[in-house]
Structure formats: structure tokens, C-alpha cells
């Protein structure tokens, strides 16, 4: 008798304890966001990167950022600095269309390795600061983002910085944040739907992550606040660091050993 995840991943190629854990994985992603306020997006897409391969992984984690951070910016749209959208729009409409002609025609092999790094560049490296942003600045900021989405994905630490340099409270810094990687995502699927990429057989994945996502969020809003932070985030990068390490070795082993 078929199952009923059976019929979830059937076209997708997945198994389904593979289905079972990402939507697993999307709900602690969204409980760690919420209680620690970083690291569960570059968990979920370290997970993915295992399971998934490069040229699926991105769009679909797209989709997936794409309803997170378009429910945060509408929920804060108040505090939207929308005098630098028109900016960032540019910029990311001139990344998107260069990283969409590049990710194309580059091999697995090296956009597993880019992953790896990326996903320890956000564990280790400090948090970049920046000082006299300015409204054009973003032009700058939203190519080098959507360029670089194309590729690994969760830009929003390469972002971050600059939003929270203009931000004057909490309230703009997410909902602005929120509301510049909603562009991005959106004109990234954009660009992996012209290149054809077929978005079908993954909507129930897609969508049981959303859900799960948010069932995440709700739950750590409620229940983890009281954690230790020093302890939760030592065990996270711990597990990030493996994590990396695994998707740079398998790129190394397929490369250079066949």
C-alpha cells in the first residue's frame, strides 16, 4: 500500500524518511531563528545540501525563503525603508539575470564545494560592519546578493549588515531586511523558472516546509526563549561544521576520485 508522504515525493526522487527529515529540519530551523535569531536558515540549507542536489536545492530553498521572509515583511511593512528599494531592485535585477548564466553552466562538483564554504563562512566567520551606507550604495548590495543566491542560496548574513547600518530600531531592520530578500528570492525564482527549471514535482515539499516553518516559529516564540544561548549556538556550529565538511568531502571524492 502506498504511503501517503509516498505520493508527497513521487517524481521528486526522494525518499521518504529524506522528506520526513526536511520538513523536520525546517521546523527546528524556524525554532532556532526565532529563539536565537540566527543559524536555522543555514541549517536547513546545509540539510538540503546533503539531500538534494545543488541545481534543485537552490530554487526550492528559494521558494521556501520566499514565504518566510514575505510574511515577516508584510507583518512589519510599516518599518520598510522603501526609499532604498529602487535601488536594490536594480542591483538585483542585474545579479539575478548574470548569476542565472553562470550557476547554469558550472559542474555539481564546484557548487557543492561553494556551499560548504559559504555554510562556514556564516558559522565562523564575525559578522561584517558597515558604516555610511547610502541609498545608491544598495544598487552595489542588491547585485552582489542576487549573485550570489544563485549559488548558495541564504544571502541574508551577506545583507544584514548594511540594513542594520541604516535601520534605526528593530522594527525597520527586520521588516526592511525581510522585505529585500523577499525581491531577491522572487526575482531568483524568476530567473530558475526561464532557465527551466520545473518547480512542479516539488510543491508538496515546498509546501510542507513552509508549514512546517511556521509551526516552527510559533513553537519557539512560546517555548525557547529560557534556553542558554552560549550552549545552543557551541552545539549549532558544531553541527554546521560537520555538516560542511561532509558536502566539501563528497564534491572532493567525485572529483578527483571517480
Not at 541574508?156 to 548594511?162: K, Q, R, T, Y
Request: charged content about 10%; glycine content about 12%; some cysteine.
Amino acid at each position: 500500500m502506498v504511503s501517503f508522504i509516498e505520493l508527497l515525493v513521487n517524481g521528486t526522487g526522494m525518499a521518504d524518511w529524506e522528506f520526513t527529515l526536511l520538513c523536520a529540519v525546517s521546523f527546528l530551523g524556524s525554532l532556532i531563528t526565532t529563539s536565537v535569531g540566527v543559524g536555522g536558515g543555514t541549517l536547513t540549507l546545509a540539510t538540503m545540501a546533503l539531500l538534494l542536489p545543488p541545481a534543485i536545492l537552490i530554487p526550492i530553498h528559494g521558494v521556501v525563503q520566499l514565504g518566510s521572509n514575505f510574511g515577516r515583511a508584510l507583518l512589519l511593512n510599516r518599518g520598510v525603508i522603501r526609499e532604498i528599494i529602487p535601488a536594490f531592485l536594480v542591483g538585483t535585477i542585474i545579479g539575478a539575470i548574470v548569476g542565472g548564466q553562470v550557476v547554469v553552466a558550472l559542474p555539481v562538483e564546484i557548487l557543492q564545494i561553494i556551499l560548504s564554504i559559504f555554510i562556514l563562512y556564516t558559522v565562523w566567520v564575525p559578522a561584517l560592519k558597515a558604516y555610511a551606507v547610502k541609498k545608491f550604495t544598495f544598487v552595489g548590495i542588491g547585485a552582489i546578493g542576487a549573485f550570489t543566491t544563485m549559488f548558495v542560496g541564504a544571502t541574508g548574513p551577506l545583507i544584514a549588515p548594511f540594513v542594520i547600518a541604516i535601520g534605526k530600531d528593530r522594527k525597520q531592520i527586520v521588516g526592511t531586511h525581510a522585505g529585500l530578500m523577499t525581491i531577491q528570492h522572487s526575482f531568483k525564482l524568476i530567473v530558475f523558472g526561464l532557465i527551466g527549471f520545473n518547480f512542479g514535482p516539488y510543491l508538496p515539499l515546498i509546501i510542507s516546509l513552509i508549514i512546517f516553518g511556521f509551526i516552527g516559529t510559533y513553537i519557539g516564540k512560546l517555548a525557547l526563549n529560557r534556553l542558554p544561548e552560549h550552549i545552543f549556538r557551541g552545539a549549532l556550529k558544531s553541527v554546521l561544521t560537520v555538516m560542511a565538511l561532509k558536502l566539501f568531502y563528497d564534491a572532493f571524492a567525485s572529483w578527483f576520485l571517480g
